[in-house]
């Protein structure tokens, strides 16, 4: 009679780590290995965890990595259930990236992953591109660019796709939608994507809206212009009583006063005969530079947009909290990964390296925020000192208890 002290959700890899299925170290198992047996090392379970520990602890560019990994043999050879104490090179580091990682099959992890991962989600989606600027090459002017579905709250990218051009974008922000579930969510994008079919496609799915307009949709943009114009009566549409509801907010931040105003309207519903239009809103940020509670600089920037949320559900003062917390884009995902993972500053020019290397990002930050960090850098002090609680989180699908 065999006799075992795994639970239902575990499993024991062939290096003796008892792991939970479902956990990032039970997909990296599934990943495909296209290396031939004879002269293979390292296996591509072994690679990934070191890499992924190693973007953990504060380290970034493949020599960096390879150099932790040595300088930490011992211990990695302890926790990870090794061998022999020989670590890979920072060539055989670049070659995950370069060759050895399927990109469909790692998008799918991500997605897979982080979709499980629906704990702690947020209401809002925000869909944005970026360029990666590492993997530019002499004379282009930028790099590969990918889209990706981010969620704020809980610092997770739902999905993510590699688009051709900014043009392209459109066709793939169709596409990467019908990869994320978005019933009950609230998508935020650029001007780009305010496009009939993208909104209908997202209210068919059960989800709202809430975009910015520009002269790209130029007759929409008109008509939202007019209603909120100062002038009376209203051209276009006579004497009318408006039912503008209004919400005003102020913040300070480095020496900079910005006091936002939104107005928002229903009067357009009909009019407009744009797919779920629900609202309409009128956006002023108005900014001021201060110096010794002086004032020295001034600005002022007017948004328009729409959204498919009733003002049942979203009063003015919402959808000024949803159209700001499009941002967390910028600010927890791209931010992060050019400056705490100096994502741009490597260089990854060779096969789909610059791809893995984001979604490596992604993973890492998604394992920060689920291990209770809202600061990547005091994480990656902290996991420096605690190797351990690292792999832990590896190792299991839910946070640190």
């Known amino acids: 009679m065999e006799y075992t002290t795994l639970n239902p959700w575990q499993e024991i890899s062939e290096h003796g780590i008892v792991y939970t299925m479902g956990s990032l170290y039970d997909r990296f198992q599934q990943l495909s290995d296209p290396r031939k047996a004879k002269g293979k090392q390292y296996s591509l379970l072994t690679l990934l965890v070191i890499i992924f520990l190693a973007k953990m602890v504060g380290k970034d560019k493949p020599l960096d990595i390879a150099a932790w990994a040595q300088n930490h043999a011992e211990e990695l050879v302890a926790l990870l259930g090794l061998k022999r104490e020989q670590m890979p090179s920072h060539h055989t580091i670049r070659r995950v990236y370069h060759t050895i990682i399927s990109i469909e099959e790692f998008e ?5 992953y982080h979709q499980q991962q629906n704990e702690g989600d947020g209401e809002v989606l925000a869909l944005d591109g970026k360029v990666l600027r590492g993997t530019r090459v002499g004379g282009e002017r930028c790099g590969e660019m990918v889209l990706s579905v981010y969620d704020g709250q809980s610092q997770q990218v739902k999905a993510q796709c590699q688009i051709e051009s900014k043009e392209n974008e459109i066709v793939a922000a169709h596409e990467l939608l019908e990869r994320v579930e978005i019933a009950g969510k609230i998508v935020t994008a650029d001007a780009m994507h305010t496009q009939r079919d993208w909104c209908q496609q997202i209210v068919d799915a059960q989800g709202d809206y809430l975009l910015p307009v520009k002269e790209n949709q130029e007759r929409l943009y008109q008509d939202i212009a007019r209603l909120f114009a100062p002038d009376q009566p209203k051209p276009g549409f006579g004497k009318l009583t408006t039912d503008f509801q209004s919400t005003k907010q102020v913040s300070y931040g480095h020496g900079r006063l910005e006091v936002r105003i939104l107005q928002a309207s229903e009067l357009l519903n009909d009019h407009c005969n744009w797919p779920g239009l629900s609202q309409v809103y ?10 010794q509670s002086q004032v020295y600089k001034s600005s002022v920037e007017v948004e328009l947009g729409i959204t498919s949320l009733a003002r049942q559900r979203a009063q003015a003062a919402k959808v000024l909290k949803v159209r700001r917390l499009h941002w967390q884009i910028e600010t927890g995902l791209h931010y992060r990964r ?4 100096h994502e741009d500053a490597t260089r990854m020019t060779l096969g789909n390296a610059g791809q893995v290397l984001a979604i490596i990002h992604n993973l890492v930050i998604g394992l920060f925020k689920r291990a209770g960090f809202a ?4 994480a990656r002090r902290f996991f420096d000192g605690h190797l351990i609680d690292a792999f832990y989180l590896l190792l299991h699908p839910f946070p640190l208890s």
């Open 108 to 112: 799918a992890l991500l997605e897979e």
């Open 282 to 291: 009128h956006l002023e940020r108005q900014f001021y530079w201060l110096r």
């Open 338 to 341: 050019d400056v705490t993972f």
């Open 375 to 378: 600061y990547a850098p005091a």
